[in-house]
């Protein structure tokens, strides 16, 4: 059973900036993509960063240059580290892990393992 916990999130002035932490267990596999999905009010859940078990990271359009996603294999920790926070990244932050090759990994419906989510307010 895989449990993901995200912790990190806040509320910071816009160009300020965040890290986002999410502690994996149960993992199993060899093979697994992590990413890091947002969801704001009234609007769909959007894929922000992944990263796969060969360190391949990609990013959404909206992020690309000021999100960093990264992992520590050592402690089944994955990171999102946020620089020059905007308003409009005001969202719930949600970790997901797939423990398989995912196709499109910033697309939700490839992720059947999710955390509760963390909140991160921009103003």
């Known amino acids: 059973h895989v449990q993901l916990v995200e912790s990190g999130g806040g509320s910071v002035q816009a160009g300020g900036s965040l890290r986002l932490s999410c502690e994996a267990s149960?993992?199993?596999?060899?093979?697994?993509?992590m990413a890091w999905f947002r969801q704001a009010p009234g609007k769909e859940r959007e894929g922000v960063a992944s990263i796969d078990s060969d360190d391949n990271a990609t990013y959404g359009d909206s992020v690309k240059g000021r999100f960093t996603i990264s992992k520590d294999n050592t402690k089944n920790t994955l990171y999102l580290q946020m620089n020059s926070l905007k308003p409009e990244d005001t969202a719930m932050y949600y970790c997901a892990a797939e423990y398989a090759i995912v196709t499109r990994p910033l697309e939700v419906k490839w992720y059947s393992n999710w955390g509760q989510g963390t909140q991160v307010t921009v103003s």
């Open positions: 149960g993992v199993t596999g060899s093979s697994y993509c």
